[in-house]
């Protein structure tokens, strides 16, 4: 293809698009730009492997740190495992790019987005979300697109398309929407405590802009003379389905209409239906069609059955109004909610139960040192002071499987849990840990990440973390049959797995602070999407009800193994003192004291141990080292050394002077040792500061006053 460049006029904003440029051997590629940030998106397809039967589409995001200017840290000084950021916008752009193929589509798919320059300005996740748009269209790939997204940022009372990075971490908005030419097809939001009115809004003032870049493409392919690929499905023999939906349709309404199953009562029941109906296939001859067709493909019983239930199920829902567990479309499943359930060696622990869904969260309290640096990161050489994991075993949905590191779900579930907290923890200031949270779901039934959120309140309140207001969560789905549309409440397994959207909704009584919303169809409508943030509210309130009759408020105290942490400032100028040739100092106070010692740039001191005492002793050492003296200034010491002409003496944690021999009374002094000896307790006063900073002291010319302060002082000090 020849070279071709687009410039698009958006939101005051040029957006720069070159194809035919760079990788000419993909299907399709585009380098997508604003501002100074630039990425390059591919994509191409593969022929079919035997057996497949599902879209094997991949989508990665890669980071360069070239593209910052960067270079790696490590032995090898080159870009390894993706950071965090990375691959949750890997999980961006596949969310709202995969519903758009066709269900029928097998081919191997790949989209891979590399950064290649990044400016403080522009954030490039969105931008690879409408290039991977651009990238498919162009490799002609079957598609029902153009796909777009933008970032609504909320500044002041006002809605902003694109904002930088500092409008996202200044705002009280970050939210991407994601939309095709019908409808919403991906939402992903962190609020502080936002109005459903507000959020309702900003997704449509998203989808406006959305609407915008979807014309652009559709221009573009235009102007390319590309044609929008719309593959006819293959032609499928209805034989084996007209076989298993005769045998089955009337046992698997039974079933679902028996309400008082459990869920494994129910798989159990369906699985009979099935394995009744492999048998009356086996016994047909070997020529017959239906056990050839049932043959030919392993799994074509399976999925056969799978379609007919799913039909039944939501066929169900949209007709008599009611799920496979009896519930009204607006019900939320029982709950129930423990904390303290481990011992308090773990520093706080909240159980969650929703229906069959159980997540256990457990909350651990850190020192400054203890955050997880993000210098790998190409946006961002910050620190997490909140960090939140996920863990999703095998055992949580009985089945056995070989344990790996968290994958892409893990990941993506334990960040939206993370952001749903963030807005109501306390500032660093009034609350100086750093605070890691692991949700382990116990038992998997539908909507475990936001039974994470909930356990994760939990846990918060019974470690002790002053967070402003509690925060649940829950999530919301979809059956859509024609014009027919079902919300539904507090989704479990089946109506995930057999529906149309995954809507996970969280916030406090005052408003949102997280929202993810995946879709299976190729768009949702405004209103609808607003129904169902509207009727999330409920859920929401309801369920925190429950939590708080649990525990009502942060506990008063912490866990007694939870280290306590001490801060003061020093002058920056003073940080290479306290920290010593090498490390010398602030290793030595360490091994005197137990305390652990963190050091900012900026002077602030942090100092922790399980123990008080030593704490606070390690802070008396800092500041002794570290404060400011003046003449005249009253001080109780020890004797640590004698001379001839003299005793030197420590009147400070770390700082020490001497009394000349003149000094040591009103009167003469034949010898030092007559007047002091080795760990004597004394009453001293700065006399002079030389201009080698060394320390002179005299006991004379002290006010009783003044050495009465310095006892009193002293006391508290110790």
Request: charged share 25%.
């Amino acid at each position: 293809m020849e070279e071709f460049e687009k410039s698009i006029s958006f939101d005051g904003r040029d957006i720069r698009l070159k194809v035919g440029l760079l990788a000419p051997q993909a299907g399709g590629s585009v380098l997508i730009q604003s501002g100074e940030t630039a990425v390059l998106v591919t994509a191409t397809r593969s022929q079919a492997r035997e057996g497949i039967d599902f879209l094997p589409l991949t989508v990665d995001y890669e980071e360069r740190l070239y593209a910052a200017g960067r270079i790696p840290g490590g032995l090898l000084r080159r870009e390894g495992r993706p950071p965090e950021r990375a691959i949750l916008t890997s999980r961006l752009i596949d969310r709202p790019l995969r519903p758009l193929f066709p269900s029928w589509l097998r081919d191997d798919l790949q989209i891979i987005a590399v950064t290649l320059s990044v400016d403080e300005l522009v954030p490039p996740d969105v931008i690879a979300v409408t290039g991977a748009s651009i990238a498919t269209l162009m490799a002609k790939i079957p598609f029902n697109g153009p796909m777009a997204a933008v970032r609504v940022g909320l500044v002041g009372d006002d809605f902003i398309i694109n904002p930088t990075h500092s409008e996202i971490s200044s705002g009280d908005l970050d939210l991407v929407v994601a939309g095709s030419p019908h409808g919403v097809i991906m939402v992903e939001a962190g609020a502080n405590q936002l109005p459903e009115q507000d959020i309702n809004e900003a997704i449509e003032f998203g989808y406006e802009a959305v609407q915008d870049l979807i014309r652009a493409q559709e221009d573009l392919i235009a102007e390319l003379g590309i044609q929008l690929v719309r593959e006819d499905p293959p032609e499928v023999d209805s034989s084996l389905e007209d076989f298993i939906s005769e045998r089955s349709t009337d046992e698997i309404k039974k079933i679902l209409s028996q309400f008082e199953f459990s869920k494994n009562e129910r798989d159990t029941a369906l699985d009979e239906v099935k394995e009744k109906i492999k048998l009356e296939i086996e016994e047909l001859p070997e020529e017959d069609s239906i056990r050839v067709a049932a043959t030919a493909n392993a799994k074509a019983l399976g999925n056969t059955f799978k379609s007919i239930t799913k039909k039944l199920m939501r066929r169900q829902i949209v007709e008599d109004n009611v799920r496979v567990d009896g519930r009204k479309l607006d019900e939320v499943r029982p709950v129930s909610c423990n904390v303290g359930l481990i011992p308090k060696r773990v520093h706080g622990s909240g159980l969650f139960n929703r229906g069959l869904t159980q997540v256990l969260s457990a909350c651990t309290l850190g020192t400054p040192g203890d955050a997880q640096s993000l210098n790998d990161d190409l946006q961002s050489d910050q620190e997490k002071y909140y960090i939140h994991h996920y863990n999703f075993p095998p055992f949580s949905v009985g089945e056995t499987k070989p344990l790996r590191a968290p994958g892409r779900r893990e990941i993506g579930h334990g960040a939206l849990a993370e952001r749903a907290i963030l807005p109501v923890l306390p500032s660093r200031k009034q609350f100086p840990y750093v605070i890691r949270i692991v949700s382990e779901v116990l038992s998997s039934n539908g909507s475990t990440s936001m039974g994470s959120v909930c356990g994760s309140t939990l846990s918060l309140m019974d470690a002790g973390v002053p967070i402003s207001k509690p925060v649940s969560g829950a999530a919301m789905g979809l059956i859509k049959e024609g014009d027919e549309v079902r919300v539904l409440t507090d989704i479990q397994g089946i109506e995930d797995f057999l529906g149309d959207m995954d809507f996970k909704v969280a916030g406090t009584d005052t408003g949102i602070t997280a929202l993810q919303m995946d879709m299976k169809i190729s768009g949702l409508s405004l209103d609808v999407i607003a129904q169902a943030v509207n009727q999330a509210k409920a859920a929401r309130l309801h369920i925190l009800d429950k939590m708080l009759d649990t525990i009502d408020q942060p506990r008063s105290e912490m866990s007694p193994y939870a280290p306590r942490l001490l801060s003061i400032k020093i002058e920056p100028d003073m940080i290479g003192l306290v920290i010593g040739p090498g490390g010398k100092t602030i290793k030595g106070i360490t091994e005197e004291t137990g305390a652990k010692i963190d050091i900012e740039d900026d002077g602030t001191v942090t100092i922790s141990a399980i123990d008080e005492l030593k704490a606070k002793k390690a802070r008396n050492i800092i500041q002794g080292m570290t404060r400011k003296l003046n003449e005249g200034d009253v001080y109780v010491g020890r004797v640590t050394r004698i001379i001839p002409i003299g005793a030197f003496v420590e009147f400070l944690p770390g700082k020490e002077g001497m009394i000349h021999i003149s000094q040591l009374a009103d009167y003469r002094v034949g010898k030092v040792e007559d007047e002091v000896a080795i760990g004597d307790e004394v009453i001293v006063k700065v006399r002079e500061i030389d201009n080698k900073g060394r320390i002179n002291l005299t006991r004379l010319g002290i006010h009783p006053d003044q050495a009465a302060a310095a006892r009193e002082q002293a006391a508290v000090n110790r």
